[in-house]
């Protein structure tokens, strides 16, 4: 049995190979196209799928797309609903269902001989599951996936005994832990869904005195739930309004950058990277400044 399974809808694509249930091959796109996180994390990307990664795992395990017993699309378009009725402020949310409705249609294309009708859409969160349980060494294990969104819920809670998984508990939305990490990273400054890593790595540093304020907002409800949406993070911490620049630092974007400039910049981060200030070997090759 030979399955492929693809990530795509929201970010960060991937692509796996499972052959007799063994992983044989992984991979993230960024990996092979370069660009951080595989591509942009908005809805208008959602079409981008892993082709490099997928290609990348068939040839890995000589193994042609025609040969492929099934394709593991990790969303299932039929178990979403409209973001309206979730509570979820996203206008081109349909936008993004329907790309997920063609993803059999796009990966016939992207995989020259694989036949559309062996896509198969698998719940988010169970894809989550999946990519945990089974991989563990233990056969019995509690299954825990807590992420931003899926089809129509943010938390999966369930069992995973002799191969099978039993969901025991589900967060609807619009209560998700991790909406709620994007939209904090928004608020700082950050890319949401792509930069919420930095806002962890500087929470390390920081005390939780705003830990009383969180928790009127952010708590356990009972029966495997919880709340965590609607909190109005400009209110206690508003964002500072942006300064006007005046003089020689508000130069428009199109005047061509002194070669003084690039010099000194280019020669800070080269500084930067290898922390050793004395060192000068770098050379101005032939296109640089």
Request: aromatic fraction near 10%; glycine fraction near 8%.
């Amino acid at each position: 049995m030979r399955i492929l399974g693809i990530n795509a809808l929201f970010h960060d694509p991937a692509a796996a190979l499972l052959v007799d249930g063994r992983t044989v091959a992984a991979a993230e796109e960024e990996r092979f196209s370069r660009r951080k996180h595989g591509k942009r994390p908005v809805p208008f990307s959602a079409w981008e799928l892993p082709e490099l990664s997928a290609r990348w795992c068939l040839e890995r395990a000589g193994v042609r797309a025609e040969e492929l017993d099934a394709v593991a699309y990790s969303f299932d378009p039929k178990l979403a609903r409209p973001a309206g009725e979730m509570g979820l402020d996203d206008p081109w949310d349909p936008l993004r269902l329907e790309y997920a409705r063609r993803a059999p249609e796009f990966l016939a294309e992207a995989l020259p001989g694989l036949d559309a009708e062996r896509v198969v859409f698998v719940p988010h969160h169970v894809a989550h599951a999946a990519s945990a349980a089974p991989a563990s060494p233990h056969p019995d294990s509690a299954v825990l996936v807590l992420d931003g969104r899926g089809e129509a819920a943010s938390h999966l809670a369930g069992r995973y005994r002799e191969g099978k998984l039993d969901v025991l508990a589900a967060q609807a939305l619009p209560d998700s832990l991790g909406l709620l990490y994007e939209e904090l990273t928004e608020h700082l400054g950050f890319l949401r869904s792509s930069d919420e890593y930095k806002v962890m790595a500087l929470a390390s540093y920081g005390t939780p005195r705003f830990l009383p304020q969180l928790r009127q907002d952010v708590h356990a409800t009972g029966g495997g739930g919880f709340r965590a949406h609607g909190v109005d993070w400009a209110a206690p911490w508003p964002r500072p309004a942006p300064r006007a620049r005046t003089g020689p630092r508000s130069m428009p974007i199109w005047r061509p950058v002194p070669r003084r400039c690039w010099r000194r910049c280019c020669w800070s981060w080269c500084t930067g990277c290898t922390g050793r200030p004395g060192v000068r070997r770098w050379r101005w090759r032939a296109g640089w400044p």
